[in-house]
């Protein structure tokens, strides 16, 4: 993209434009500047999929009535370690923040303590929870489903979601270790910004409504992605349909696009959040052990391989001052939401 194509923004620009779009389109106050920090971050890290871009998702969920606006997140105690937090149709970064430090308390007092979010839309990148959790120490795991957008390995049709899962690992100097990623090949979010540039998409991603390989982004948005790893991917595709589905109580993709009825909102469901704390297996020792696998990372990293994150701590160290960078049409949409 050419300078002319693209628009600079500070991140305080990018929060403004958020605050102003969220705000314009009846978002509640409540959920205004954790939805907005979400964003934010996608944005800072240069998560193209998730960051502001997001904002015409949530602005057209807003508008269709597929989420409470103003919702009140309930959390409800389970046992020592089990919790759930009612995000009562609302997204789902105000239900996770009214959860976290509930899930904290549990799992330093336990050892290990999983947190299910229910009736919460969710549009955004994992990453910001695991984040928060390792921040805290906690090794960490979260994922969701979203909508049936995507095949099984052997299969044609639309069954199961993009499916993100993330785990996080925390390392006692510098960032943590952190891989976030959708169990189809791709995001959605990212075949969508291939659309609208009018790039075309690798073979793999998707298939047609046909069954047929395609690099053509509409077409193979209009047919199914494809899970990564094939049988691999899809096993844990269907893994998280479960854990974070009937488990909990809630939705699978199928479910969420039959509950969305053609409006084409973001997926509605369930999320399960997994917090572990070293000291519960090793007590005194967990810092000793917890040092010991910075050998496996020097291993990765030492014969020149890349650890998951790297890319964006880097962008999260530079857009502070860079500024980050939005297509200009897509800026220009947003403007007029403001
Ligand atoms: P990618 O295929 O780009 O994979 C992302 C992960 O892989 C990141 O942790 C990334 O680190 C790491 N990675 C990428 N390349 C390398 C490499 N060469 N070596 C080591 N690690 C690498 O992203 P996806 O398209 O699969 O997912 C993007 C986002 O979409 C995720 O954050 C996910 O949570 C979100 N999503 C959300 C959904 C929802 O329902 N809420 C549904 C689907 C996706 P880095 O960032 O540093 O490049
Ligand atoms: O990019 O697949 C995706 C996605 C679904 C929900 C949020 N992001």
Known sequence: ????????????QVEELCHSVLRRHGLGEAHIAPVTATIIAGE???????????????????????????????????????LRVDAAGGFAQL???????????KAQATGIAAMGINRCVHFAALWPEIE??????????????SHAW????????????????????????????????????????????????GKPIPLGWTIDAQGNPTTDAEAGLAGALLTFGGHKGSALSAMVELIAGPLIGDM?????????????????????????????????????????AESLFDGITGQGARLPS??????RRRT?????????????????LA
């Open 44 to 82: 800072r890290d240069e998560c193209a999929s998730h960051g502001v871009y997001r904002l015409l998702n949530c602005v057209h969920t807003l508008k269709s009535g597929k989420v409470v606006p103003d919702a009140v997140p309930v959390v409800d105690h389970m046992s020592m370690s089990l």
């Open 132 to 145: 928060a959790l390792t921040g805290r120490g906690l090794v960490a795991f979260a994922c969701t489903p």
């Open 252 to 292: 699978t993709s199928a479910e969420s696009l039959a509950h969305d009825d053609g409006a084409k909102a973001s997926p509605y469901g369930g999320e399960l959040i997994i917090a572990i704390d070293p000291i519960g297996f090793l007590g005194g020792a967990a810092a000793e052990h917890v040092q010991r």
């Open 1 to 12: 993209m050419s300078a002319t194509d693209t628009v600079t923004l500070t991140l305080a």
């Open 95 to 105: 239900a996770f923040a009214t959860g976290l430090p509930h899930l904290v308390e």
């Open 150 to 197: 995507v095949a099984p390995a052997g299969g044609t049709s639309p069954l199961f979601g993009t499916n993100p899962i993330a785990f996080g690992w925390p390392r006692p100097d510098g960032d943590p270790f952190v891989f976030d990623f959708a169990t189809s090949a791709v995001a959605r979010g990212e075949i969508e910004l291939h659309r609208r540039a």
């Open 320 to 336: 502070p001052e860079a500024g980050c960078r939005i297509p200009r049409t897509l800026y220009e949409e947003l403007a007029a």
């Open 310 to 315: 790297r890319r964006r701590f880097a962008a």
